[in-house]
């Protein structure tokens, strides 16, 4: 059941047109991996999904219905859509459980004391039980990025999407963020990743879509992709990042 | 020819000058002034009603004017000789060499001023009076100390009217100060404060000029406090003219001069009660 | 000279590098340069000023001891009067600036006026002298015919700095929202954060924490602004000094004033200082 739909988005900033009418859909459960090079459009196209940028045109359907229609409240569509950074981007004046309670009890009007169960749950599945009244600048890089998860977990959203979440990291601590999203895929979220794990997208991705200058140019099921590219340049960008 | 007679006409003035200064030269005060044979005054900037009239002291016109004129000639100046300067209050009394030979901005004579500075022997004894507005008086303000008491004062922060608030009227409520008259005059109109004490004549000008419903309540006369107001000029520490000044000042006294020159322009100061 | 040279790295103590031995041979130098240079202008100041033919009256117009000793006592009590002013002004103040600052960042063009607003109203109480200001606040309004107690220049002169301090430290919490980088407003917004909320919680308690060392300069300068007031009646210590000075024809009541707010503003400049340095060494 398709959960995602995007038709013909495009978004440009002033000149520069950085999605040109970009079709894909998204089923429930799915993971999909949308790879290519720097400036090709993954990182807009993610955030065009859960309207952090306005799109300029084309439809988004969520369950069927168009969230990318102009004048509509943001809000409710970003509460179901989850959304991970590069940079983490914790609010660093608050400690991780606060990073990870505020948006709840301020959008879903709940206590601390009602929440605390389940956010330490989620604190305690990823590993981090110790760390919940820890600063963020107390934290790794690795647990920083975990903490920037799980407070998009508690928002208890239909579909994650992780924008490079591993690019600003370690390589050493790469792992531990990978194994949450592995898990996450266990337990059959809905997921858009942009990322240049390659290893990674082949072994989990049901979908991996290449991007090229703000189009995808070829999409299939990581094993046909990675190995057996139809597009030139598919193979050009493989071949060096592989 | 022309020349020679123009020539002439200037060593004719140069002649009279001469003499005029020489005139100077067999007085008390040869040698003593900033600029030899020129008596230089100082007053304050602006000068007010009826101290100077018109902020114009070289007319003569207006109180401490016509002093300054009547000291400069007894002293022995013309009244060409005589030039005038502006200071304040603090540049007065700062440390360091003058720029006048006296100052006068009735300033009151205290023995605290006297080590910073000269006075010559007073010119004027001054009444500190109650200025007022025509509300405070209806709601029942009168000349008597009991009444004062409880009513808010103002006064301008660097007059001998300070002290006298805290001595003779002690209010209940602590007065409220200002840099000038002017500032006192805007706080009575704002009704910030009921009344303000100020030297009589002061206050006089006030209550008729600045104020559209200013009342002059009373005033406490110079015999009544322990040291009376009296206006002194202003000299430098140890000024030598001090005591050509002080027995132009004496003769003055002496001879009625000085209470003439009260009469023509201080006469409004007589018939204001006083405060019992 | 040589012959040091040749003998210092022979004397090196046990556990010492070269490198040690030579950095601790430099600091001694600066440090005997440096204490020389203050000792002779301290010397010059001490022995070379008193040698200026004035300096007999200024010292019994600017710092008689009898006077100081006499007026302090009441200058400190004075003083107790900049206290309280400050302490009832510092609060609104950071309220009113916080309020024009938000009003300056509102985005939706519904509140265009209220931006408006804010810019216009930080523009003129910046650009007009505290003391104008005061002038005009604390004799303006009340001569509008308030009645008492209304008509305070205690309330009115608050009023006045509260105004002009505010779109100061408005335009301090600006820069301080402006600061805060847009990947945190995105945070907010990915979670499903208003807007107020994001300003409420993420935005603004990082902005105010980033100004302290800016506001902490501008309180400074208020602490010392308060004296203005006396323009219009209250007799603080600045007024209280005017007053002495004119009973006594002397200045050293000032002399003792400065004194007095040095003795609060230098601890505190320090202080800012401090948070500053501190701040910058947190960021590089």
Known sequence: MTKLELQGVTKRFGENVVCRGIDLKINEGEMVCLIGASGSGKSTLLRCMNLLEPVDDGVILLDGVDIAEPGLDPQPVRQRIGIVFQSFNLFPHMTAVENVMLAPRRVHNRTRDDLLPEVTELFTRFGLADRMDHYPDQLSGGQQQRVAIVRALAMKPEIMLFDEITSALDPELVGEVLDVLRRLREAGMTMVLATHEMGFARELADKVCFLDKGVILEEGPPAQLFSDPKQERTCAFLARVL | ?276 | ?284
Request: aromatic share 10%.
């Open chain 2, 1 to 276: 020819m022309k020349r020679t007679l123009t020539r002439t006409a200037t060593s004719a003035v140069a002649l009279v000058l001469t003499a005029g200064l020489a005139l100077a030269g067999g007085h008390c005060a040869a040698g003593k002034t900033l600029n030899d044979g020129i008596l230089t005054i100082a007053t304050g900037n602006p000068a007010y009603y009826p101290w100077v009239m018109d902020d114009a002291p070289e007319s003569k016109a207006g109180f401490e004017a016509a002093v300054a004129y009547a000291v400069a000639n007894r002293m022995g100046f013309e009244d060409a000789n005589v030039t005038w300067v502006r200071s304040s209050f603090d540049q007065a009394i700062q440390p360091g060499a003058k720029d006048f030979d006296f100052n006068l901005q009735q300033f009151s004579i205290t023995e605290e001023r006297e080590e910073i500075v000269d006075f010559s022997l007073p010119y004027y004894s001054a009444a500190m009076a109650v200025i007022t507005r025509q509300p405070v008086v209806e709601n029942g303000a009168e000349a008597t100390l009991a009444s004062l008491k409880g009513l808010l004062w103002g006064a301008h922060a660097s007059t001998t009217a300070v002290p006298m608030l805290a001595e003779v009227v002690q209010p209940d409520a602590e007065p409220l100060l200002y840099g000038d008259n002017a500032d006192v005059v805007e706080a009575m109109k704002a009704n910030q404060i009921d009344a303000a004490l100020m030297d009589l004549p002061t206050a006089l000008f006030t209550a008729a000029v600045l104020m559209d419903d200013g009342v002059v309540l009373g005033q406490f006369p110079p015999e009544r406090s322990e040291n009376p107001d009296q206006f002194g000029l202003l000299m430098e520490e140890g000024n030598p003219l001090k005591e050509c000044v002080d027995a132009a000042i004496a003769e003055l006294t002496e001879d009625g001069t000085l209470a003439a020159i009260e009469a023509e322009w201080l006469a409004e100061a007589t018939g204001v009660p006083v405060i019992e």
């Open chain 3, 1 to 284: 000279m040589t012959q040091t040279d040749l003998e210092g790295p022979a004397a090196t103590p046990p556990g010492l590098t070269r490198r040690q031995v030579y950095e601790a041979r430099i600091r001694r130098r600066s440090m005997r340069v440096a204490a020389t240079s203050t000792g002779a202008v301290l010397l010059a100041l001490f022995i070379l000023i008193p040698l200026a033919p004035g300096w007999e009256g200024v010292k019994k117009s600017f710092f008689n001891a009898d006077v100081f000793a006499r007026t302090f006592p009441g200058l400190l009590e004075a003083f107790l009067l900049d206290v309280a002013i400050f302490a009832w002004s510092a609060p609104l103040i950071f309220l009113l600036g916080l309020l024009i600052a938000l009003c300056r960042d509102a985005q939706s063009p519904a509140l265009y006026p209220l931006r408006l607003f804010g810019i216009l109203y930080t523009d003129i109480f910046r650009g007009v002298p505290v003391i104008l200001v005061i002038y005009l606040i604390g004799f303006g309004i009340p001569g509008l015919g308030l009645p008492r107690p209304w008509n305070s220049p205690y309330i009115w002169g608050t009023v006045a700095l509260v105004l002009t301090y505010a779109a100061y430290v408005a335009e301090v919490l600006r820069s301080g929202i402006e600061s805060i980088h847009q990947s945190q407003r995105a945070a907010a917004a990915s979670l499903g954060l208003s807007h107020s909320d994001t300003m409420r919680f993420v935005v603004l308690p990082q902005a105010i924490r980033r100004v302290v060392p800016a506001n902490m300069n501008l309180f400074i300068a208020l602490q010392k602004d308060v004296a203005l007031l006396s323009f219009i009646g209250p007799v603080e210590i600045f007024r209280q000094a005017g007053v002495y000075k004119s009973l006594l024809a002397n200045f050293t009541p000032y002399v003792g004033a400065a004194l007095i707010f040095l003795a609060v503003t230098i601890p505190a400049t320090r202080y800012a200082d401090y948070l500053m340095n501190k701040q910058a060494r947190a960021r590089s």
